[in-house]
């Protein structure tokens, strides 16, 4: 039985709706097609009250509780997302153009000149006082926390290598400044020992470097003599051997590190390599090539080919009789016409010229672009030339190290077995100072990267020193002391991005990091002009 | 730098010209002389570093100017003085130019 209620009714027609309900129940059911004699009635509800509740009444007090559960009703709620709208744009950067001053605008020139009389007298007057003013004499600024003493960082070294007694001959910084890596030879032993050697490299940025292990190991055939990490690749090493091969190795491989090899042909060298340095290639600066200088007086140009190996590209050889005739010579024993080279250093002004060390102990200035060819009875694949151009006065012994001033372009230093260090002038044989540092032999010298005036030296006598020629030039600023028994200090490199860093190796097979103060750090006022000043004075 | 033949009056072109060679008398390593808008009109350096000076020191000097005047709204910037260690760098600011020298002090 449907009933419409309407709405505003419904309370009130509560009970008249049961009667219209039981109406029309009626009603309904005595329809026209109905038979008659059944006929419906409705009767009154009949009723029965509950018991139970009474009952439960008599025993006791009821508690009536209601309770009901019922889980809440989830809500869900759906939603539809759809992008009906999307726009395409294209980007594209243009080649910048060269931007060029813009062009002067119109000024007003009797403007310009009364604001520049107007302002003439304050500036001179300014600049006047600025010439007698002692008011910043003497004063200083400290950006970064000063250092005061030079002091020893890490002292790393390779067990098996110290084993078998091996010397640290070369130690080099990677191009990011936070790997050194050294090469274990012997510098004493004469013949051809079939001494298996190592080159190590300690990553010092790592956490938790140990300094007994190094984070790269590579066994090498015979003794290593000098090593170079190449200038942009942080990994690649180059090194020179005592049989006379050049191998490059790549660190970041553990598994098989050897890049390329010279290997043992003609062209290889036949005496120990004291010197590997990389070279830009000519005409794609950003490949480098290795030269190797040797005992037997050549200076070779290596490029990688593939299949790992090291060709020739170009090369040098040292004569005696193709030496310039400037200086006045020993002669030569007869029978020699080689003059084994033992040191080279490019110089940072002009990248064809370069200084070589020679056994004899005269530097020879020398240029990759000689045309000459070299007097040599060798055989090579491509023809060697003469490159050296001028010779300077020697030493008195052999050179062991040169090394060409970064801010001057004449400036080079050398250091030799007689102990001394000479510090020559491009433009004159005979040196500007020569300064005794030690009573044995002198086995490095390094100009500093960051201060004009400042070099440091390895002596034989187990210190490293440094010396500053604005402060003294007779003897050195800070001396330390490497090795307590007095073995000889190898080699030395600064680290030219983390300035603070020098790091030197000896001959008990450790290397040692120093820091340096901050004085060698950080460069004064006028430095540079102190060292023109200084190549100009002692010259004349 | 400039072409002088486009300085509209011969008058202030010497007087212009007599300053800077008294101004430049001494030892100082350049002159820069600028519009507002930092373009610089003449120097006795180098085209790349007058061009490199002009720009980083334009936003210098207004913000010296602006620190000034905010500290007190009646005063003025009049001279900017920079030291460094290698040499000084004095500005002498105007409402239309501004002159940037570069002096090399003795020690």
Known sequence: MATSAQPGQLGLAGSAGAEALATSGTASTEGPERPGPLQDETLGVASVPSQWRGVQGIRGETVRARKSCQTASITTAEASVQARKHVDAEVQTEIPEPVSLPSVPRYNGPRLAAFLRKVEAMVTRELNKNWQSHAFDGFEVNWAEQQQTVTCLHTLSYPPAQGQGLHVTGVSWNSTGSVVACAYGRLDDGDWSTLRSFVCAWNLDRRGLSPQQPSAVVEVPSAAMCLAFHPTRPSHVAGGLYSGEVLVWDMSRPEDPLLWRTGLTDDTHTDPVYQVVWLPEPRHSHRFQVLSVAADGKVLLWQGVGAGRLQLSAGFALAVQQLPRNTKLKKPSRGETEVGATAVSFSSFDPSLFVLGTEGGFPLKCSLMAEDAAVTRMPSSVPLRAPAQFTFAPHGGPVYSVSCSPFHRNLFLSAGTDGHVHLYSMLQAQPLTSLQLSHKYLFAVRWSPVRPLVFAAASGEGDVQLFDLQKSSQKPAVSVRQTEDESPVYCLEFNCQQTQLLAAGDAKGTVKVWQLSSEFTEQGARETEHLDQLASEVAS | ?107
């Open chain 2, 1 to 107: 730098m400039i072409n002088p033949v486009e300085w509209p009056l011969v008058g202030s072109l010497k007087a212009v010209a007599t300053l800077f060679t008294r101004m430049c008398a001494g030892r100082e390593t350049g002159f820069n002389l600028g519009a507002p808008s930092c373009i610089p009109i003449k120097s006795t350096m180098d085209n790349p570093t007058t061009t490199q000076y002009a720009n980083l020191m334009h936003n210098f000097i207004l913000k010296a100017r602006s620190t000034v005047r905010e500290i007190d709204p009646q005063n003025d910037l009049t001279f900017l003085r920079i030291r460094s260690k290698k040499n000084e760098i004095m500005v002498a600011p105007d409402k239309d130019y501004f002159l940037i020298v570069i002096q090399n002090p003795t020690e």
